[in-house]
Nanobody
Framework: QEELVESGGGLVQPGGSLRLSCAGS????????VGWFRQAPGKEREGVSC????????YYTDSVKGRFTISRDYAKNTVYLQMNSLKPEDTAVYYC????????????????WGQGTQVTVSS
């Protein structure tokens, strides 16, 4: 079983919303920096958003600022990515990632990866 288990992807129309969930099945996510990366067909993986442990500082790539919100539920050991005002260019496989230490934006900086969940934004 994966250490990180994602859910919540699907097909949505432009302007719609989805919420992705990342549950720690073997990890205590509350002590990890947890984030979301995405990969669209023919493109490299890119960091979307991350949240640090402790003070819960959050970070977003410019293209999703104001539209996406990352949050933690400490009791449920789960991290969420609320995605609003979705655009076709948000279409990708979204991966939950985790690492010990502060936020980094390189995919190679993350030790733990979920299996990925498909998000498709299309009319």
């Amino acid at each position: 079983q994966e250490e990180l288990v994602e859910s919540g992807g699907g097909l949505v129309q432009p302007g719609g919303s989805l919420r992705l969930s990342c549950a720690g099945s073997k990890l205590n996510l509350n002590v990890y920096t947890v984030g979301w990366f995405r990969q669209a067909p023919g493109k490299e993986r890119e960091g979307v958003s991350c949240v640090e442990p402790g003070d819960g500082a959050t970070y977003y790539t410019d293209s999703v600022k104001g539209r996406f919100t990352i949050s933690r539920d400490y009791a449920k050991n789960t991290v969420y990515l609320q995605m609003n005002s979705l655009k076709p260019e948000d279409t990708a496989v979204y991966y939950c990632v985790g690492r010990v230490g502060p936020v980094r934006w390189g995919a190679n900086d993350y030790d733990y990866w979920g299996q990925g969940t498909q998000v498709t934004v299309s009319s």
